[in-house]
């Protein structure tokens, strides 16, 4: 999901073009909406959340002097936005045995066309998206926010770096600390050791 810029659009969005805003934010908003799913645990409204982010970027816009950098200005504004409500909440404790990705019973569903995978193969491709988002979750926040921006929003080193505001050699580390816990965590999994309750 590498969408490139648009300078133009962001501009538009800074003259107070309504209508160029409603279009960075359709282009834009699965973005946040991975984000969170990833990185939120259970009890936060991802759709408040989400909500409470694109308000702040719409007041925000204007300040941003280099559009270029929007992709990783919104993802500073998310996370902001994020621990600004873990604040207000208080410190919330993550259950790794609840679904992920809002309140109870919001889950994130998408319609996909069935491409013929046998339901064995669906088994164990979900048992083992389990066990990585259980992973993920476990990671400490530092690590799972660099590795989601990794590997599942796919931006790079230096976009990481700009948006967490931290360097480059750290990002690289917390990543590579990242992968090293979670092949840790799963090697049990992938080697079979793993019961039906872990």
């Known amino acids: 999901m590498n969408i490139p810029v648009d300078v133009a659009l962001i501009r538009?969005?800074?003259?107070?073009?309504?209508?160029?805003?409603?279009e960075l934010v359709e282009r834009y908003q699965q973005l946040v909406f991975n984000l969170y799913y990833r990185i939120v645990p259970a009890g936060v409204d991802i759709d408040d959340l989400a909500q409470d982010a694109w308000l702040k970027v719409y007041n925000s816009?204007?300040?941003?002097?280099?559009p270029e950098v929007f992709r990783s200005w919104l993802h500073r504004v998310a996370l902001n936005t994020f621990h600004d409500k873990l604040r207000q909440r208080g410190r919330l404790d993550i259950s790794i045995d609840e679904p992920f990705g809002g309140d109870e019973g919001?889950?994130?569903?998408?319609?996909l066309p069935d491409l013929g995978p046998?339901?064995?193969?669906?088994?164990?491709d979900s048992e083992w998206q389990d066990h990585?988002?259980?992973?993920?979750?476990?990671?400490?926040?530092?690590?799972?926010?660099a590795i989601v921006m990794r590997e599942v929003q796919q931006m790079s080193y230096e976009e990481i770096a700009e948006a967490l505001s931290i360097n480059l050699g750290t990002v690289k580390s917390r990543i590579a600390r990242a992968r090293e816990r979670l092949i840790a965590d799963l090697s049990g999994y992938l080697r079979g050791e793993v019961t039906a309750d872990a």
């Open 118 to 124: 046998l339901p064995e193969d669906r088994l164990l």
């Open 132 to 145: 990585l988002d259980q992973a993920i979750r476990r990671l400490p926040e530092a690590f799972r926010l």
């Open 12 to 22: 538009r969005c800074q003259a107070g073009d309504r209508r160029a805003f409603a």
């Open 106 to 111: 919001s889950e994130l569903h998408l319609d």
């Open 61 to 66: 816009l204007p300040q941003l002097q280099k």
